[in-house]
């Protein structure tokens, strides 16, 4: 098992960075891909952002290339999500997401464990 536990939600005006961390416990590997989603009010979940454990490779959904950037901290099992020049619409509970292996994924359903979301509400 996997435990995933993301920080840093919160209220910001339009124009404002947040930067979300995700801490990951228990079993994890090396191979492992990251990632975050998130769910706007009223809407399904949708993908943001990827990233290989090891290699660091990234891959990002449309509406936040550019504006926002994934990494991770080995030594402190994180993942991070930085998010610049925010927008209303980019308001949504925000989720980290792993599976045990390397996938090419940006659909909810290949990833194996979640945490428990982060609210980021973005004032316009």
């Known amino acids: 098992q996997v435990q995933l536990v993301e920080s840093g939600g919160g209220l910001v005006q339009a124009g404002g960075s947040l930067r979300l961390s995700c801490v990951a416990s228990?079993?994890?590997?090396?191979?492992?891909?990251m990632a975050w989603f998130r769910q706007p009010p009223g809407k399904a979940r949708e993908f943001v952002a990827r990233i290989f454990w090891t290699s660091s490779t990234t891959y990002y959904a449309p509406s936040v290339n550019g504006r926002f950037a994934i990494s991770r901290d080995s030594a402190k099992s994180t993942v991070y999500l930085s998010m610049d020049d925010l927008r209303a619409d980019d308001t949504a509970v925000y989720y980290c997401?792993?599976?045990?292996?390397?996938?090419?994924?940006?659909?909810?359903?290949?990833?194996?464990?979640w945490g428990q979301g982060t609210q980021v509400t973005v004032s316009s």
């Open positions: 997401a792993s599976r045990n292996q390397y996938v090419y994924a940006t659909t909810p359903e290949n990833y194996n464990y």
């Open positions: 228990g079993r994890t590997f090396s191979s492992s891909t």
